[in-house]
Every structure is written in C-alpha cells, then in structure tokens.
C-alpha cells in the first residue's frame, strides 16, 4: 500500500489558479508513476487529468486541461503537484492524487493506477 494524502483543494473564481500538492508514504516514491484524476459532482466516473512519469519528464493530459494544468513532481519530498490555471467552471470535482507500478511508457498506464488517495475537493465559482 502507498498511502497518499491529497492537499490544496478549495474554493477559486473563474479564471483563477489553485496547486494541489500529494505526499506518499511508504514505498518508494520515485518507483511509482503518478497522476491526478476527478470525479465531478453528480457523476460516477472518474475521469484521468495529468500522469507523470517516474523521471519527470514525460507528462500525459486531458485534452480538457492541456495547456492550463501542469504536474510535476519533488521526488526528494515525496511529492506531486497539480499546478491549474485559468480554472473553468467545469473543473469543479473531487480530484484524485493516483500512483502506479507500471512503466509509464505509454499514455494508457496511467488510466489504471493502483493506489488512490483519498480525494479533495477543487469548486470553481462564478
């Protein structure tokens, strides 16, 4: 198990910026891909966002937020980061710090991860 506490959710106006942060325990944090994904309100599903590679430097969006959302990682802090800018009002969700033990080496690993935080809500105001 790699637990993972998500912070830095809110509530932000429209066209505004919030950085969500994610920190691992246990494991070994530079091992894993990560990645974010977010349910939003009144909807079952839980949509992918952003994946990063174990390096860094490979990254994977959404068409919905590429361009206005950036990830990145501080492997010495154990951490990930969703940095999300210009934010819509369709980005208000539950939004979801994710880790993997896959390669990451194509853009499908990151849509089955196997670890999940336990979610933070992001709401987008008018």
């Known amino acids: 198990q790699v637990p993972l506490v998500e912070s830095g959710g809110g509530v932000v106006q429209v066209g505004g910026s919030l950085r969500l942060s994610c920190v691992a325990s246990?494991?070994?944090?530079?091992?894993?891909?990560m990645g974010w994904f977010r349910q939003a309100p009144g909807t079952l599903e839980r949509k992918f966002v952003a994946g990063l590679s174990r390096s860094g430097l490979k990254t994977y969006y959404a068409d919905s937020v590429k361009g206005r959302f950036t990830i990145s990682r501080d492997n010495a802090k154990n951490t990930v980061y969703l940095e999300m800018d210009s934010l819509k009002l369709e980005d208000t969700a539950v939004y979801y710090c994710t880790a993997g033990d896959r390669q990451g080496r194509q853009r499908s690993d990151y849509y089955d991860m196997d670890y999940w935080g336990q979610g933070i809500l992001v709401t987008v105001s008018s």
């Open positions: 246990g494991g070994t944090f530079s091992t894993y891909i």
